[in-house]
Every structure is written in structure tokens, then in C-alpha cells.
T-cell receptor, first 113, second 111 residues
């Protein structure tokens, strides 16, 4: 069975640009969460979507947005990139129940120059 | 607001038990303790969770003190592949299942 997949694996952008990251959950999972992990720190929650609706948002500026599609895949969009947005962006999928059922993808490494 | 405190790093000899401590003195009565680990260049992986009783699965054992203010994750026979950052997490938001990660403990298993 395929796990959570994320694309691209690596990305380099310059300040002010826009980026779109993609996540495909495990088949049958209806919940997708996004996390940002800055080097040397633990992941920080950005968004959760369940059944295509936003269920929660972390303490991130409005430059960050996301959506979930009918097939439960998800996109994370970041506008007006800043140097501080450089991080590993992780996607986790689940049935929507307990954290035990959340499975993380390998992440997208975003570098902003 | 991670609500947990863990040592930044620990060493363990291969084949020996690794005991990773976590303090969560402000934990609420209905909050679970979850453990995840993150091997270099991979996403976090669920290990185990518990409320107040000790728990064991194929990966590890979780010992929670009676007052629930601290817990210990035990890897009974550590291998080199267990080298990772281990996160102790107290779930806070029941609506979103948001995981609040701290900085974790880097466990280095030595040959």
C-alpha cells in the first residue's frame, strides 16, 4: 500500500514568490494536516482539513492557505515567500480520529533565497 | 506551548534498553500522552500512546507515573535503526487532533 506522498520533494524559490505544495493521503483517509518544521525544531501545525472543510488552523499568517479536493488530496499555498519560510513541510493523513491514526509523508524541503 | 519537557539528547548502546523520559506536569485528566519518532529525512512516525495505564506494543513500552506528571518510553533492545528524534506529545486540541511537538530527544544508538 502506498503511504502518504508529497510533491515536490525539494523546491527552491526566491523571496516574494508563491509556492504550491501537494499531498496525496493514504487511500481511504479523509483527513489531511499540514505541518512546518524549521531546522532543529519540532513540526508546527498549520492546517487540518477533513472532508474538504478546514477543521483547524495554527498560528500562521494569511499568506498560508490550503484546500482539500474531492479525492481528499490537498494543496498548501504560501504567498509572498520570506526567508523564514524555509523549512520542511510535512503532510499527515488520517481517518480523522486520534493522532495514532495520523501517518506522515516524507515532506517537501522548501528553500527560500 | 508544547507542555512537555525532554532532554535534548541521549546515548544508548546497541542491544540495551533505551529509556527516554518526558515531563508533562500540567497535563489534564483527559489528555493522552503520545510518542512519535522522526528518523533523519523522514516524516514523524507514531510509536505508542497512553492515558494512565502502562502500555506495550511491538515497538515500545510506555510507563506513566501514577500522578501522570511524567512518562518514560522504553525501547527494550535498541538497534542502530532506532537512532532518531523522539517526541513526547500531549494532545491539546480534540477537534483538530493537532499535535503540538516540542524539540524532542535525539537518541543516538551506539554500536
Amino acid at each position: 500500500d502506498a503511504g502518504v506522498t508529497q510533491s515536490p520533494t525539494h523546491l527552491i524559490k526566491t523571496r516574494g514568490q508563491h509556492v504550491t505544495l501537494r499531498c496525496s493521503p493514504i487511500s481511504g483517509h479523509k483527513s489531511v494536516s499540514w505541518y512546518q518544521q524549521v531546522l532543529g525544531q519540532g513540526p508546527q501545525f498549520i492546517f487540518q482539513y477533513y472532508e474538504k472543510e478546514e477543521r483547524g488552523r495554527g498560528n500562521f499568517p494569511d499568506r498560508f492557505s490550503a484546500r482539500q479536493f474531492p479525492n481528499y488530496s490537498s494543496e498548501l499555498n504560501v504567498n509572498a515567500l520570506l526567508l523564514g519560510d524555509s523549512a520542511l513541510y510535512l503532510c499527515a493523513s488520517g481517518f480523522g480520529g486520534s493522532p495514532r491514526e495520523q501517518f506522515f509523508g516524507p515532506g517537501t524541503r522548501l528553500t527560500v533565497l | 506551548d508544547a507542555k512537555t519537557t525532554q532532554p535534548p539528547s541521549m546515548d544508548c548502546a546497541e542491544g540495551r534498553a533505551a529509556n527516554l523520559p518526558c515531563n508533562h506536569s500540567t497535563i489534564s485528566g483527559n489528555e493522552y500522552v503520545y510518542w512519535y519518532r522522526q528518523i533523519h529525512s523522514q516524516g514523524p512516525q507514531y510509536i505508542i500512546h497512553g492515558l494512565k495505564n502502562n502500555e506495550t506494543n511491538e515497538m515500545a513500552s510506555l510507563i506513566i507515573t501514577e500522578d501522570r506528571k511524567s512518562s518514560t518510553l522504553i525501547l527494550p533492545h535498541a538497534t542502530l535503526r532506532d537512532t532518531a528524534v523522539y517526541y513526547c506529545i500531549v494532545r491539546v486540541d480534540g477537534a483538530t487532533n493537532k499535535l503540538i511537538f516540542g524539540t524532542g530527544t535525539l537518541l543516538a544508538v551506539q554500536p
